[in-house]
């Protein structure tokens, strides 16, 4: 395994003196944002998880090799690269590598590089999930799956109303995946606060949140969690103002006939262009507040572990 995975000195130090480590994931780099801004976004989150006390590890695949931590320069290609760099999830990855090519790599895949590097927490924006429609499409994130299996804490602002929260929710609990609300009762909706669902348990320190996870993995419950943190309230875009974008950004995919990899991206950029930019500095703000949470639970963990 390990002549596959290249982390960086700097994360490697870190985990080898029990100091905390946030995994960031890349997707949200090469698909989520348009360039300059991504790599501008992913420069700050990094910063911001300095700041607070963590040493930053952004997941990705690069010629060949699977990274835990990249450099300015590094973070700066995938960001220029964009879309043409490959979207990878759990099915990609064995080929991406035997390509020698760069990856791009989605929650699930991150979740994957992260628990193989020894890392317990990623920070994220929204996760992917079960999408409209998908009792005809039946087409489900393999980031779900994920974290059914793999031993990983994401948070995120919890997901976008292109997708079916009810069903997503449902999906989670077959699975067994904890539905955190951080501080809420509500499982937030990625650009508002609300979604009028409810999460399986809040909670409002991350000690409490550290110990339980502790728990979780000691008894070898595998899995991850989903660690729900709603967007502060003074970044909220207006909620008609998405419901009408979303609602467009599906109707245009069904008439392009957009299905697979391709939809998610497909959707959040319309939805930025639709929006007029206004999704964008919200979807900046809340990965940023996302990254700071992510920092506070890995150092409160990293003294439950240690
Ligand atoms: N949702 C967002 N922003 C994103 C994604 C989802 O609000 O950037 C990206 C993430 O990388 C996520 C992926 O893991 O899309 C899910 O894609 P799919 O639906 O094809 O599994
Ligand atoms: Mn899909």
Same mark, same amino acid.
């Given at each position: 395994?390990?002549?596959?995975?290249?982390?960086?000195?700097?994360?490697?130090?870190?985990?080898?003196?029990?100091?905390?480590?946030?995994?960031?994931?890349?997707?949200?780099?090469?698909?989520?944002?348009?360039?300059?801004?991504?790599?501008?976004?992913?420069?700050?989150?990094?910063?911001?998880?300095?700041?607070?006390?963590?040493?930053?590890?952004?997941?990705?695949?690069?010629?060949?090799?699977?990274?835990?931590?990249?450099?300015?320069?590094?973070?700066?290609?995938?960001?220029?690269?964009?879309?043409?760099?490959?979207?990878?999830?759990?099915?990609?990855?064995?080929?991406?590598?035997?390509?020698?090519?760069?990856?791009?790599?989605?929650?699930?895949?991150?979740?994957?590089?992260?628990?193989?590097?020894?890392?317990?927490?990623?920070?994220?924006?929204?996760?992917?999930?079960?999408?409209?429609?998908?009792?005809?499409?039946?087409?489900?994130?393999?980031?779900?799956?994920?974290?059914?299996?793999?031993?990983?804490?994401?948070?995120?602002?919890?997901?976008?109303?292109?997708?079916?929260?009810?069903?997503?929710?449902?999906?989670?609990?077959?699975?067994?995946?904890?539905?955190?609300?951080?501080?809420?009762?509500?499982?937030?909706?990625?650009?508002?606060?609300?979604?009028?669902?409810?999460?399986?348990?809040?909670?409002?320190?991350?000690?409490?949140?550290?110990?339980?996870?502790?728990?979780?993995?000691?008894?070898?419950?595998?899995?991850?969690?989903?660690?729900?943190?709603?967007?502060?309230?003074?970044? *909220?875009?207006?909620? +008609?103002? /998405? !419901?009408?974008?979303?609602?467009? #950004?599906?109707?245009?995919? %069904?008439? &392009?006939?957009?299905?697979?990899?391709?939809?998610?991206?497909?959707?959040?950029?319309?939805?930025?262009?639709?929006?007029?930019? *206004?999704?964008?500095? +919200?979807? /900046? !703000?809340?990965?940023?507040?996302? #990254?700071?949470?992510?920092? %506070?639970? &890995?150092?409160?963990?990293?003294?439950?572990?240690?």
């Amino acid at each position: 395994m390990n002549n596959h995975l290249e982390i960086a000195t700097e994360v490697q130090a870190a985990l080898a003196n029990n100091q905390a480590v946030v995994a960031l994931e890349s997707t949200i780099i090469s698909h989520g944002m348009p360039f300059p801004q991504n790599v501008e976004t992913a420069l700050k989150v990094e910063q911001a998880v300095r700041n607070r006390g963590a040493i930053p590890a952004t997941i990705a695949i690069l010629n060949g090799k699977l990274k835990a931590g990249l450099s300015v320069d590094e973070i700066t290609e995938l960001g220029k690269r964009g879309t043409s760099v490959a979207k990878v999830s759990r099915r990609d990855i064995p080929f991406v590598l035997a390509q020698q090519a760069y990856g791009a790599t989605t929650v699930a895949a991150t979740m994957i590089i992260t628990e193989k590097a020894g890392i317990r927490v990623f920070a994220t924006g929204g996760i992917g999930g079960v999408h409209r429609g998908a009792t005809h499409t039946m087409d489900i994130s393999a980031d779900l799956q994920e974290l059914a299996q793999t031993n990983v804490a994401v948070v995120c602002a919890g997901a976008k109303s292109i997708l079916d929260l009810k069903l997503t929710l449902e999906y989670l609990e077959t699975k067994g995946v904890p539905v955190i609300g951080f501080g809420t009762d509500e499982f937030p909706a990625f650009f508002s606060r609300k979604s009028g669902l409810g999460v399986d348990y809040r909670v409002d320190k991350v000690e409490d949140l550290a110990k339980a996870l502790h728990i979780k993995w000691q008894l070898d419950l595998k899995g991850g969690v989903v660690v729900a943190n709603p967007i502060p309230e003074r970044f *909220e875009v207006e909620y +008609a103002a /998405i !419901q009408s974008a979303t609602e467009q #950004a599906l109707q245009e995919a %069904d008439v &392009a006939k957009i299905a697979g990899k391709e939809i998610t991206p497909f959707l959040l950029s319309r939805i930025e262009q639709l929006t007029k930019g *206004e999704s964008l500095k +919200a979807n /900046i !703000q809340l990965v940023l507040n996302n #990254a700071r949470l992510a920092t %506070d639970l &890995a150092i409160a963990l990293s003294r439950v572990v240690g």
